[in-house]
T-cell receptor, first 112, second 117 residues
Framework: GENVEQHPSTLSVQEGDSAVIKCTYS??????FPWYKQELGKRPQLIID?????GEKKDQRIAVTLNKTAKHFSLHITETQPEDSAVYFC???????????FGQGTTLQVKP | GAGVSQSPRYKVAKRGQDVALRCDPI?????LFWYQQALGQGPEFLTY????????KSGLPSDRFFAERPEGSVSTLKIQRTQQEDSAVYLC???????????????FGPGTRLTVT
């Protein structure tokens, strides 16, 4: 079945710096890749997603890139702010149900 | 509009007790998913419903876990004879899609934190 690897597990940056989180997936049939932000004790919140017919997608300070050949995708956050501090999860979906297979998570700390 | 809601938010059960966790998806969402999130881990898929049909239950860890969605809206995840390893946050998510090559966003509920003592 699908397997998603995510790294780094923790990331600490200074406010204003950029942060990059990388994920790889195993199932070449996967064609939908969302990213979720989860604050402590809260629900996962969808922040951006990308479909396999697109190589890059941007939304303000957040961007995601997808390399289908290498089977990896990345989240880029620019001009980080303290409120970006949270756990970020990547995921991959395939098949007819759309069930998500999640990575292990990255704890991002943005220091003021 | 209203998002996905779950109840109870917290549940403490003694080992061996049965529990029932409820999920109210976003109105009109055809697809409903249950995930289990252990502390410090990513959510793990348990089961999927398209309307009232349970199309995938490959992630249910044992036959003590049972889920239903009888009228295609509210869903209940039931765990019989709870064990300590069942302690986790149980998340419900819903989406507009009913399969095929186009994926729609999944929106998560706040989860139910189950502690088995």
């Amino acid at each position: 079945g699908e397997n998603v690897e995510q790294h780094p597990s923790t990331l600490s940056v200074q406010e204003g710096d950029s942060a990059v989180i990388k994920c790889t997936y195993s199932d070449s049939a996967s064609n939908y890749f969302p990213w979720y932000k989860q604050e402590l004790g809260k629900r996962p919140q969808l922040i951006i997603d990308i479909r396999s017919n697109v190589g890059e997608k941007k939304d303000q300070r957040i961007a995601v890139t997808l390399n289908k050949t290498a089977k990896h995708f990345s989240l880029h956050i620019t001009e980080t702010q303290p409120e970006d501090s949270a756990v970020y999860f990547c995921a991959a979906a395939s098949g007819n149900t759309g069930k998500l297979i999640f990575g292990q998570g990255t704890t991002l700390q943005v220091k003021p | 509009g209203a998002g996905v809601s779950q109840s109870p938010r917290y549940k403490v059960a003694k080992r061996g007790q049965d529990v029932a966790l409820r999920c109210d998806p976003i109105s009109g969402h055809v697809s409903l998913f249950w995930y289990q999130q252990a502390l410090g881990q990513g959510p793990e898929f348990l089961t999927y419903f398209q309307n009232e049909a349970q199309l995938d239950k490959s992630g249910l860890p044992s036959d003590r876990f049972f889920a239903e969605r009888p009228e295609g809206s509210v869903s209940t995840l039931k765990i019989q004879r709870t064990q300590q390893e069942d302690s986790a946050v149980y998340l419900c998510a819903s989406s507009l899609a009913f399969g095929g090559p186009v994926f729609y966003e999944q929106y998560f509920g706040p989860g139910t934190r189950l502690t088995v003592t």
